[in-house]
């Protein structure tokens, strides 16, 4: 079966709300390809070997949490951006990317697939826009009891700041780059907080509020809203969808 690139983002506006979200970069498509889409790609980056391994499937649209035109970026299309573009302009690509919208979503979010692998109960939300989450354990356990669960899950060890010899149960995360929020995470009582990427300050917060901070991967953290993402389109319209990890170290 196919669906119209068109009916596809509308489609997609409406059930990730897209509209709601000043985000740092166009949600939505961001590059026009053909018009009717029989498989879509999903990935993490819309990096030029993303896009290569996506055009080797045979897939009519990608589909990515990072995407092209951030603020501040240089205008020129030049260089790797050039090379981007065309890829996707010479092979009539279809590009769609959400950003904080598939942060967010209840469903399909990357904090709430977040959640779902590491066994955590969805409780609140907290920090602008709601993006940081909070909840707990069905039950208290040892942080080294479960930095395995955390590990195998991701497929990647978290760096753990603070001390580890703690019981955990009440958890704050919010996946990606989101070490500004560890702080207001710390003021609802948590004795974890997740995210993806680490400050130098970080280190020191961890220490003096004894709340032990986990980096587990701005990657690693962010591959799971995309997949389920995808996994939904193609049960909603019945295209083939596979997902593509260009492993990245971040």
């Known amino acids: 079966m196919t669906v119209s690139s068109k009916d596809l983002e509308l489609y997609l506006n409406a059930f990730l709300d897209s509209s709601q979200y000043q985000d740092y970069a ?9 018009s009717m889409i029989r498989r879509i790609a999903t990935g993490v980056t819309a990096s030029l070997a993303f896009l290569d391994a996506a055009l080797e499937w045979g897939a009519d649209a990608v589909l990515v949490h990072h995407g092209y035109f951030w603020k501040n970026e240089a205008r020129p299309i030049t260089g790797q951006r050039y090379a981007r573009l065309r890829t996707l302009l010479q092979n009539d690509l279809n590009l769609f990317a959400y950003h904080l919208p598939l942060d967010a979503h209840p469903e399909v979010g990357n904090n709430a697939q ?4 590491l066994g955590l109960i969805a409780q609140g939300r907290f920090g602008e826009g709601g993006l940081g989450w909070i909840g707990q354990l069905p039950q208290p356990v040892p942080l080294k009891q479960w930095l395995p669960v955390i590990t195998q899950a991701l497929n990647r060890p978290p760096l753990v700041l603070g001390n580890q010899d703690v019981q955990v149960q009440r958890v704050a995360w919010c996946t990606g780059a989101a070490q500004n929020l560890f702080a207001e995470a710390i003021e609802h009582g948590v004795q974890v907080y997740i995210s993806g990427e680490v400050s130098e300050s970080t280190q020191h917060l961890a220490v003096e ?8 991967g701005h990657h690693a953290t962010e591959r799971y809203g995309v997949q389920a993402l995808g996994a939904h389109i193609a049960q909603q319209f019945g295209v083939e969808h596979q997902f593509i990890d ?3 170290p971040v």
Request: proline letters at 4%; aromatic letters at 4%.
């Open 26 to 34: 166009p949600n939505g498509l961001q590059v026009q390809g053909r």
């Open 114 to 117: 977040l959640a779902h692998r």
């Open 209 to 216: 509020s004894a709340v032990v901070y986990l980096a587990a």
């Open 246 to 248: 260009i492993e990245n």
